[in-house]
């Protein structure tokens, strides 16, 4: 980890500033605040948070849940670090971080993520954690613009990465 800074579970305290990380990152979906602080609620032990110094002030995070029908596969969320904490490799730490504790917690052995098309850091961060797990990358598109009902949207594709050595 960077100095400074260390991985935790997301607390109901932090889906304000988690919010606010995914709308000054410019790149996300910006869901409603109401959405974080439940998501900070519901699925802490499935997420992560980076801290920074001693008051704890998060600095990126990774949000993600089990999938209800494939329970050993995590799908990563959104994935969101401040601006001033980019290029330190804080999204790969927090991404390993959080798999390597869900996989010995729950057993997963996958991952799964959306990424649009052209989101070359998404896609960056994925194929290279990939890489260094030695899993798999496999590709489709999820859903397809015309799935979005509120204009245009490009399509998701989903990035499937396993089996994991975590």
Known sequence: M??????????????????????????????????????????????????????????????????????????VWQVAVDADQRGRGLAARLLDGLTARVAHEYGVTAIETTITPGNTASERLFTSYARRHGAAVETEVLFGTDRFPDGPHDPEVLYRIGPLSV
Do not use: H, M, Q
């Not at 959405?35 to 980076?50: E, H, I, K, M, Q």
């Open 2 to 75: 960077p100095e400074g800074l260390r991985i935790d579970r997301p607390e109901v305290a932090d889906g304000a500033a988690l919010w606010r990380i995914a709308r000054d990152s410019g790149k996300l979906d910006l869901n409603s605040s109401y959405s974080y602080l439940l998501w900070c609620r519901d699925f802490a032990g499935t997420s992560a948070v980076a801290r920074s110094g001693p008051e704890g002030r998060p600095v990126g995070f990774v949000t993600a849940y089990l999938r209800p029908d494939r329970p050993s596969t995590l799908l």
